[in-house]
């Protein structure tokens, strides 16, 4: 099972960045896919995820209305839209899978983690 994090970079406040999850060796129709960020010195932070069973997205109040999750099957991949972004979403976001059911927000429901892509917002 490998779960493989792209897309980040540096961008400047109000900017939009896609990130994406590209799952292999697991059937997303089976996982929830979660993204989370992780700032220095900073605790882990649950930023989105997308029920696999009916496709329900939900999101960390810092980011709703500004991030949407969508995924396709044809490519096995969810993806991160980030707009509007400002200098508090710089961290390095990491996607997360899992078969808990609900809204997991703790990383330590997930069972499966991407190597992280980093998200810089400067000027």
């Known amino acids: 099972v490998q779960l493989q994090a792209s897309g980040g970079g540096l961008v400047q406040p109000g900017g939009s960045l896609r990130l994406s999850c590209a799952a292999s060796?697991?059937?997303?129709?089976?996982?929830?896919i979660g993204w989370f960020r992780q700032s220095p010195g900073k605790q882990r932070e649950w930023v989105s995820c997308m029920s696999s069973r009916d496709g329900s997205r939900y999101f960390a109040e810092s980011v709703k209305g500004r991030f949407t999750i969508s995924r396709d099957n044809a490519k096995n991949t969810v993806y991160l839209q980030m707009n509007s972004l400002n200098p508090e979403d710089t961290a390095v976001y990491y996607c997360a899978a899992t078969t808990v059911i609900g809204v997991p927000k703790q990383p330590t429901s997930y069972y499966y983690w991407g190597q992280g892509t980093l998200v810089t917002v400067s000027s």
């Open positions: 060796g697991l059937n997303l129709d089976y996982y929830a």
